[in-house]
């Protein structure tokens, strides 16, 4: 109720006002309906073309009330279906990224999103179908009281057996897809694999289409039989039960229409008795079958609010710069920085201590699974450690609030993105402040080495990247899209710390090396951190680390390492033997 009243006041006071009437106006046209018979029995024409002129308003008016509900429900609906949404993505962003690499937050989310925007007004035009259905039920109990208690009573407990098998059939349906949130998102994974543009090619060289085809064929067909046997379930309870509450009316109809056969009651009270045992039947099951709606409607939006109840993480608690050590050296420091990513048991980092200068050109090197990208996202408070602690200028790095501390860092990684917008926006998303300041855009580019893109595309900055939405897109090599996720990085002017996770690897040799002198005179001044595989790109470092297995086992200059018999003398011999 609360989120339907926040999107749309006036609507929920409309939808309030327009079930009223559709709870008294079906009881004066069963009214209305008995007149006219009784009219007609007494042979009054007057009377007669009174009433059915009457009756004519009443259903008119009847319409209109329902047009208007259905075109508030509609409206409610739409309004409802953007703030849910909205709320939904807007806590996405304040989550850590500890959530986003856990499969178990992706199937809450999926559950979340499902029917999330439909949900909440169903619930809340339940509530009002309640109302009109127990307004309508009461009228029509008040006139079969005249006859009979004991239709009252039928009339009740006619409806009950179905409802009660309607809502056990609800819990199992939610049940089934809860559980079955991993093979929802895998539908939409093969889906995205076999129609999307960066898949194609691999999809038609290796001849993969048939095997993915089917797996979702063998996935599908398997929710299908599910929700079939399910369905089936449902449709024949539902049947067999409803031939009860069809007995019980025939009953009664059969029991009136005796009484009026013996002049006990008029044929227009008949008509009466007969529509209000049948519309106050109908009533009382739709009020029900909303009740057992609404239970279900319930149980799926309990899975929207358990995602926007997920903890996020505290605003820091300390204002960026203050309770800075008077003594406190500018740069960065590990102190025995040790981490494990969420339901892992094996340390990503474990023991790193290390001082980081302010200005210092740093590379870390290591194979793959070392630990470098681990210790960026650490500099990053993508995540915060385990164990230890990470100070910046004199601050714990968890002192900072996030925004300001990103804000001081410029940071391409490894797996970029490639953003489906005009080159202009692809670059400018690096300091979003700046989206729109074309020189700033221009000098992140011509720092990237991309400054000859506006000049080869056609619209220049305007030009639309990549065909998702635009036939006229163009498409980059990986190369160029490397060189525009590193003008990106250089968009952060102010930034006094640049962090590149392998920022070249897309580039051939000229291209790096261009790249790098140009980096080499731009970067002056700030602290770098690069992370890289080739070593004519690290031997230029100031210092290099070497990770290997979460920890820091050398540290030096390029010529320090080469002489020392260790890990990156290993890794710098095997790389040069590809050179021979």
Excluded: C
Excluded at 71 to 89: K, M, P, S
Excluded at 179 to 207: C, D, H, Q, V
Excluded at 347 to 352: I, P, Q, S, T, Y
């Amino acid at each position: 109720m609360g989120l339907v009243w926040k999107s749309a006041r006036g609507g929920t006071v409309g939808l309030g006002a327009a079930t009223l009437f559709s709870a008294l106006l079906p009881l004066a046209v069963a009214y209305v309906g008995k007149r006219i018979i009784d009219a007609v029995v007494e042979k009054n024409d007057a009377a007669t073309l009174r009433w059915v002129v009457l009756e004519l308003a009443v259903v008119a008016v009847l319409a209109l009330n329902t047009r208007i509900l259905a075109l508030v429900r509609t409206i409610i609906g739409a309004r409802l279906g953007v703030d849910i949404n909205l709320e939904i993505l807007e806590k996405a962003q304040n989550l850590e990224l500890s959530h986003f690499e856990d499969p178990e937050f992706y199937d809450q989310l999926t559950r979340a999103r499902r029917e999330a925007s439909s949900r909440p007004l169903s619930v809340v035009t339940g509530v009002f179908q309640i109302v009109q259905y127990a307004l309508t039920l009461v009228g029509y109990g008040g006139l079969l009281l005249n006859i009979s208690g004991v239709a009252v009573v039928g009339l009740v407990l006619a409806a009950l057996p179905a409802t009660y098998a309607e809502m056990r059939f609800s819990t199992s349906a939610f049940r089934m897809r809860s559980f079955r949130a991993p093979e929802t998102r895998r539908l939409a994974y093969i889906e995205f694999l076999l129609g999307s543009e960066g898949n194609a090619k691999e999809m038609m060289t290796f001849g993969l289409g048939p095997t993915f085809l089917g797996r979702y064929r063998d996935l599908a067909e398997t929710i299908y039989r599910e929700d079939r046997a399910l369905a089936i379930r449902r449709a024949g309870w539902g049947f067999v039960l409803s031939l009860l509450a069809l007995g019980v009316f025939y009953g009664f109809y059969a029991f009136v229409a005796r009484e009026a056969s013996r002049t006990v009651i008029t044929i227009g009270n008949l008509t009466l008795y007969v529509v209000a045992f049948r519309q106050g039947q109908q009533a009382f099951q739709s009020l029900l079958s909303t009740l057992g709606g609404m239970f279900e409607d319930n149980l799926y939006m309990s899975n929207l609010f358990a995602y926007l109840a997920i903890p996020t993480r505290e605003p820091a608690k300390v204002e960026e710069g203050a309770e800075v050590a008077a003594h406190a050296e500018p740069g960065i420091v590990f102190e025995d920085v040790g981490f494990r990513y969420p339901g892992k048991d094996e340390w990503a980092l474990r023991h790193v201590n290390l001082r980081i200068r302010k200005g210092e050109r740093l590379a870390l090197v290591g194979e793959n699974g070392s630990g470098k990208t681990t210790f960026i996202k650490l500099l990053t408070r993508l995540y915060d450690p385990t164990e230890g602690r990470i100070v910046l200028d004199g601050l714990p790095l968890a002192a900072y609030d996030a925004k300001a501390l990103r804000k001081r860092i410029g940071v391409i990684f490894q797996d970029f993105v490639r953003y489906q917008l005009s080159l202009s926006e692809n670059v400018g998303v690096g300091s979003v402040e700046h989206l729109d300041d074309r020189p700033r855009v221009e000098s992140a580019l011509e720092r990237g080495g991309a400054d000859e893109l506006p000049k080869t595309l056609k619209g220049g900055l305007d030009a639309s990247l990549g065909r998702w939405f635009n036939r006229e897109g163009a498409e980059l090599s990986g190369g160029q899209w490397q060189r525009v996720a590193l003008s990106r990085a250089f968009m952060r002017e102010d930034a006094d710390i640049l962090v590149l996770d392998e920022p070249t690897s897309a580039l051939d040799a000229e291209a790096e090396q261009a790249i790098f002198e140009r980096f080499q005179e731009l970067s002056k001044g700030k602290t770098t951190l690069l992370i890289s595989h080739r070593f004519p790109t690290v031997r230029t470092a100031d210092r290099i680390i070497v990770l290997s297995k979460g920890e820091i086992v050398e540290e030096g200059s390029h010529e320090e390492l080469l002489k020392k018999d260790g890990r990156y003398r290993h890794l710098f011999q095997l790389q040069a033997k590809g050179y021979l």
